[in-house]
């Protein structure tokens, strides 16, 4: 009996360290690791937090330059026809080019079927030398305006009556010119049609 007394101590004290380590140590680790799990979850967030504080910053620095390049967008496509705007913009285009004639014929406005802004194909014709037509196309190429010309003749010679140069040159080109309004069309000035509409 006195010889299993060391044994029957041994098995005793063996399956007490097993509880010990199934009812502490395992719980706790258990514990440890969920804890790990967590400051793993809130680093990851903090690194995300961190990424958006970054770009929301680079975002606040950029800020003047983007409602600078909105506002040129703006007005290179407005959000009415604006005709009146259009053709003062046109005339000061003729008027720094130096050339003898200037006619400006606006099209009705015609919504684009496929995305929402509208087309104005317009008339222009001018006549005068052969600089004062390659500057007004390159007043035209960096109009506030955007403009895209789907026709162009040149032709020599003008009305009697408007020029009496010899090398006077007449170029005659229909040029489109847009506007964000897509329910754009008589009477759209200076909203939308159905705005007008209901005004009348």
């Given at each position: 009996?006195?010889?299993?007394?060391?044994?029957?101590?041994?098995?005793?004290?063996?399956?007490?360290?097993?509880?010990?380590?199934?009812?502490?140590?395992?719980?706790?680790?258990?514990?440890?690791?969920?804890?790990?799990?967590?400051?793993?979850?809130?680093?990851?967030?903090?690194?995300?937090?961190?990424?958006?504080?970054?770009?929301?910053?680079?975002?606040?620095?950029?800020?003047?330059?983007?409602?600078?390049?909105?506002?040129?967008?703006?007005?290179?496509?407005?959000?009415?026809?604006?005709?009146?705007?259009?053709?003062?913009?046109?005339q000061a285009a003729a008027?720094?080019?130096?050339?003898?004639?200037?006619?400006?014929?606006?099209?009705?406005?015609?919504?684009?079927?496929?995305?929402?802004?509208?087309?104005?194909?317009?008339?222009?014709?001018?006549?005068?030398?052969?600089?004062?037509?390659?500057?007004?196309?390159?007043?035209?190429?960096?109009?506030?305006?955007?403009?895209?010309?789907?026709?162009?003749?040149?032709?020599?010679?003008?009305?009697?009556?408007?020029?009496?140069?010899?090398?006077?040159?007449?170029?005659?080109?229909?040029?489109?010119?847009?506007?964000?309004d897509a329910s754009a069309?008589?009477?759209?000035?200076?909203?939308?049609?159905?705005?007008?509409?209901?005004?009348?």
């Amino acid at each position: 009996m006195n010889r299993r007394a060391p044994v029957i101590a041994g098995a005793i004290a063996l399956v007490v360290a097993i509880l010990a380590v199934f009812i502490l140590v395992l719980p706790k680790m258990n514990d440890v690791s969920e804890v790990q799990d967590q400051l793993h979850a809130a680093e990851d967030r903090e690194t995300t937090l961190e990424a958006q504080l970054n770009s929301l910053q680079d975002a606040q620095q950029e800020a003047p330059q983007t409602e600078q390049e909105i506002g040129a967008i703006d007005a290179a496509v407005p959000p009415t026809a604006d005709l009146p705007e259009l053709f003062t913009l046109l005339q000061a285009a003729a008027d720094q080019s130096a050339v003898d004639f200037f006619s400006f014929t606006p099209g009705t406005p015609v919504a684009n079927t496929t995305s929402s802004y509208s087309t104005i194909a317009s008339q222009i014709t001018v006549i005068g030398g052969y600089f004062a037509i390659d500057e007004f196309l390159f007043q035209l190429e960096t109009l506030q305006r955007a403009a895209k010309v789907t026709t162009l003749a040149i032709t020599p010679g003008g009305a009697g009556e408007i020029t009496t140069s010899s090398a006077a040159l007449q170029l005659q080109m229909t040029v489109e010119f847009y506007t964000t309004d897509a329910s754009a069309g008589p009477g759209s000035i200076p909203g939308p049609s159905e705005n007008a509409t209901a005004g009348a």
